[in-house]
């Protein structure tokens, strides 16, 4: 469904990711898991079409992303990482926009405008200019936004950021139901344990390249083959070490905390 | 207690040595003191026109170049004047780093222009008189109570102008969030109508000594008109009475905002606050492909303080140019045509200005991009949203400018509208890709987030602008309004069509090729 071979991407000098070679297949949750600045952002603002890479093939849904942008275009569904909302439209507003852009039917786009609001509490909001939304609201509304022409790839830029537990709830089990149609879902997360209970498989990048990757079920017992080290309390402990995270020992040298 | 009586001693220090003892403050003294001269001497060469004008009727406004002159002086006088006396300016004008050319906002001298250019351009001429003398009084040997009086005059007037401001930037910050906003636009609009209804009954009566060759600037407050009319005490208290007015609205909006803060968000922006627009009908005429992006290109126009500004001071400079035709029409026939022209470029400047800073909406840029969107729609329909929302502008400027002149211009005004429209669009396509500047709801037309870059582009088409409805006028001037001026318009209209579809997919081209760098200035903005 989703395959990058060797993509580059140079920001004048700095290496932002380097010959990353991924391939995600169809009916799965995959998980894009690494620290600040490890290219994550960079990585699905390519495969959205953002931003161009420097070098690299991608594949999506069988259309090469050079050649078929807009055929791929018309199937994806997307949360960039600043949201990309449109703040003088109110929310009611923006979801209509977004619908028939995407080419929604219109007898159908006002009910399911209706249902995802209603999904996801934002029906006494949708009067309001998005520009007065809270950060959790504002994104509830990129996942409706992202969802509503019923895509079949779906790339979410830290989708979970900011939001309460029930909605947080609610997105996983939007997400569970896109799987289970046989629909691909890319997400990238700072935190390993938030995607451990959805994913079926995730990759950790640091630095531009992939350090590790895994079926969810197996990051453990991968571990412990790899790493010499017995067992790993926790995904946390996990995601520091593959990440080779250093620094954080000189806690001791603030000795008068 | 020592250290509290140190940290004084520093603040006496560092804020008051350095800003009143230093070489600094000595220089801006010193400029301050050369302008104090220069107001005296425009004030003085003022005084000479209002006297030499009086007495040489054959000269007044005949000679354009005199008017523009004329215009120009007054329109410079106000700003420098406005500067100096300011008295919270004044203390900073003291210090030599923090003395601007315009340290008043903007909007304050135009909207003092505004409100003195609604008085005859006589009044302004005695207006200018008045305020220029009051910086370099104190030098001269007039009496104690003239220049109380008219140092209240001037202190009053400059007061009620920073209400009018203050009232207006109030006014504008309610946009969107106030439901009674037509009530208060009213409530300006006929006090102001009131005070300048008020001010034209006043007796203006100017009676001089006919012997320019002893007029000094001693001759000026010996004029009958400190003796005989009882006008200046009139402004006075017209001035004051209108100051105490305007600060309670203006106060009662401040408390208002006060309120609108403390709540909580949730109801700050609530349902009654949105202009809830049908654009239904208006689109239905466009393909479907592109309504969407036209609807919603319509609503940010109407919710952006910017665009709003900017077709209220269209609306301004309308009904300036109505009054000065209604009112004075008979004292400027013989330059009415050249007036009426140079009334009316600066509307169709401001539209240049508005669509070439028309810029694209900050984070929702990023959908364009990964959207299935059209970037060449997305352009086309944000020129026709433009072109919608300023429909009925158009028509109303055309209309009040044929009932003024004769009906027979109507089309000729309504087609050179719209081919410069045309070719505005057509530039600013270009600037907006080139010095991408992101929409903002709440940002007006005075206060821009980030300087306005110099563009190649944008200056021809400005000079093509310009140009443009002159060579149309020197046609109509030298053919008369008939089937070879129809003929030249609408073949220039149909060719400007075709060069504008021709540049909007290079446009479109230049925005696929730009789109990263847009998004990148955008998403930090």
Same mark, same amino acid.
């Given at each position: 469904m989703i395959k990058i071979i060797d993509l580059s991407k140079n920001y004048n000098g700095l290496l932002a990711l380097d010959k990353l070679t991924l391939s995600i297949p169809e009916s799965s949750i995959f998980g894009f898991v690494g620290p600040n600045g490890a290219g994550k952002s960079t990585t699905l603002n390519i495969l959205t079409g953002i931003i161009l890479p420097t070098s690299g093939e991608i594949k999506i849904l069988g259309y090469d992303l050079k050649k078929k942008s807009i055929d791929i275009k018309k199937r994806i569904g997307v949360i960039p990482e600043i949201l990309a909302l449109f703040d003088g439209l109110t929310g009611e507003e923006h979801l209509t926009f977004v619908g028939k852009v995407y080419g929604v039917k219109k007898n159908i786009l006002p009910d399911r405008i209706k249902e995802l609001l209603d999904f996801f509490d934002l029906t006494s909001a949708k009067d309001r200019l998005i520009e007065s939304y809270s950060q959790g609201m504002r994104k509830k509304l990129a996942f409706a936004a992202s969802i509503i022409h019923s895509p079949d790839v779906l790339f979410l830029d830290e989708p979970f950021e900011n939001v309460d537990p029930i909605s947080r709830k609610k997105m996983k089990e939007v997400l569970n139901k896109f799987k289970d149609k046989g629909k691909t879902v890319m997400i990238t997360s700072h935190s390993l344990i938030e995607l451990e209970d959805l994913c079926d498989e995730v990759a950790i990048i640091n630095k531009g390249k992939i350090v590790f990757q895994s079926a969810t079920k197996d990051i453990r017992s991968k571990i412990k083959d790899k790493i010499t080290k017995e067992t790993y309390q926790s995904l946390e402990e996990i995601f520091l070490d593959i990440t080779k995270h250093d620094g954080i020992e000189k806690v001791k040298d603030l000795s008068w905390l | 207690m020592i250290s509290l009586i140190y940290l004084y001693y520093r603040i006496l220090i560092n804020v008051y040595k350095d800003k009143f003892f230093s070489k600094n403050t000595l220089a801006g003294m010193i400029i301050l003191t050369i302008l104090s001269l220069f107001f005296i001497s425009f004030g003085y060469f003022f005084g000479y026109l209002v006297v030499y004008l009086n007495y040489h009727?054959?000269?007044?406004?005949?000679?354009l170049f005199f008017s523009i002159r004329q215009s120009f002086c007054i329109f410079s006088g106000v700003i420098i004047l406005s500067n100096s006396l300011s008295p919270l300016k004044f203390i900073t004008q003291l210090n030599f780093n923090t003395l601007?050319? #315009?340290?008043?906002s903007k909007s304050s001298i135009i909207t003092f222009a505004i409100i003195t250019g609604f008085i005859d351009i006589r009044y302004l001429l005695l207006a200018e008189l008045l305020l220029s003398l009051i910086a370099g009084a104190?030098? #001269?040997?007039?009496s104690f109570i003239s220049a109380l009086i008219l140092l209240s005059l001037s202190l009053t007037l400059l007061y009620f102008i920073h209400l009018v401001v203050e009232l207006i930037q109030s006014v504008i910050k309610l946009f969107g969030s106030m439901p009674k906003l037509k009530v208060i636009s009213l409530l300006i609009l006929f006090s102001g109508i009131i005070y300048l209804i008020i001010l034209n009954k006043l007796t203006w009566i100017i009676v001089v000594n006919n012997n320019l060759i002893s007029w000094n600037i001693n001759s000026i407050f010996s004029l009958s008109i400190f003796h005989q009319g009882k006008w200046i005490y009139q402004l006075l208290m017209l001035n004051i009475i209108y100051s105490f007015g305007l600060f309670g609205i203006v106060l009662v909006i401040k408390i208002f905002h006060a309120n609108l803060d403390s709540k909580h968000v949730t109801t700050k922006?609530?349902?009654?606050g949105i202009i809830r627009i049908k654009l239904s009908f208006l689109i239905s005429f466009f393909p479907d492909k592109i309504k969407q992006y036209i609807e919603k290109d319509i609503r940010y126009i109407i919710r952006s303080n910017r665009s709003l500004l900017a077709i209220f001071i269209e609306i301004v400079i309308l009904l300036f140019f109505c009054y000065m035709h209604l009112v004075h029409s008979k004292i400027y026939d013989h330059v009415y045509i050249a007036l009426s022209f140079v009334l009316i470029v600066p509307v169709f400047f401001w539209d240049f200005f508005l669509s070439n800073y028309?810029? #694209?909406?900050?984070?929702? #840029?990023g959908f364009y991009l990964f959207s299935n969107s059209d970037l060449r729609e997305a352009i086309l329909s944000k020129n026709i949203s433009f072109i919608l929302v300023r429909f009925p502008l158009v028509i109303i400027v055309s209309v009040i400018l044929s009932f003024l002149y004769s009906f027979k211009y109507l089309p000729v005004i309504l087609l050179i509208s719209y081919l410069l429209n045309i070719v505005s669009l057509m530039f600013s396509n270009f600037v907006s890709i080139k010095h991408p500047y992101p929409v903002d709801l709440k940002e007006n037309a005075f206060s821009q987030t980030q300087p306005a870059k110099f563009s190649l582009i944008g200056f021809i088409g400005l000079l093509t602008y310009l140009i443009l409805p002159v060579i149309l006028l020197f046609i109509i001037y030298k053919l008369g309004i008939g089937f070879s001026f129809y003929s030249i318009s609408i073949l220039t209209l149909f060719i400007i069509i075709i060069v504008y579809i021709k540049l909007l997919s290079y446009s479109a081209s230049l925005l696929k090729e730009h789109k990263e760098i847009i998004y990148k200035k955008l998403i930090k903005l």
């Open positions: - | 009727a054959e000269l007044k406004l005949e000679n601007k050319p #315009f340290p008043l104190g030098g #001269f040997s007039i922006l609530s349902k009654t028309w810029g #694209f909406e900050k984070k929702g #840029f």
